[in-house]
């Protein structure tokens, strides 16, 4: 009984629920009560990271990139997005040693993991107008995705 009891719990309330890290290929998930965050490495470029997150409500999403190199809080930089030989840049501040990618719509955000929920190969990431491009795989990707929009997680009943 304690077992059923405690189950139901922790499908109601999964905030309450310390779960573990899960990897899908080479992105890893890490929850938290206020967020759910993707992050890979670099493949090119193993110092860097990118981390899609979104808000444990899904109402809140953005994208962050981290390099070894330090920046200053509040300066501004174009972060480059080269997604099936498509690219366009987007606006970032660092915040805490990282670029920020927030205050978009979330439609705006949207699109940008749609297009990496189809791609098939690779992508890049530019910071500012470098040559430096970042690789990151897509192995693990899709799920990835879904699991910070709140397709996997203790709110999805599909009967």
Known sequence: MKGIL?????????????????HYGDWKIITS????????????HPEAALSLVCSADHQNCF?????????KTGSKMPLYLDIDSSD???????????????GYPLPFIQTIFD???NTRKPFS????????????SIKGIKKAIVAI?????NFSFNF
């Open 149 to 153: 929009e709140g397709g996997l997680n």
């Open 63 to 71: 994208i962050q990139f981290s390099a070894q190199y330090s920046c």
């Open 33 to 44: 009560a206020k967020d759910i965050t993707a992050r890979s490495t670099s493949s090119n």
């Open 6 to 22: 405690l189950s139901m719990l922790i499908v109601m309330f999964p905030a309450m629920a310390n779960s573990a890290d899960i």
């Open 115 to 117: 297009k990496l929920l």
């Open 88 to 102: 366009g840049f987007i606006g970032s501040v660092c915040k805490n040693n990282q670029w920020k990618v927030s």
């Open 125 to 136: 990431v530019t910071l500012g107008h470098t040559d430096v491009h970042y690789t990151f």
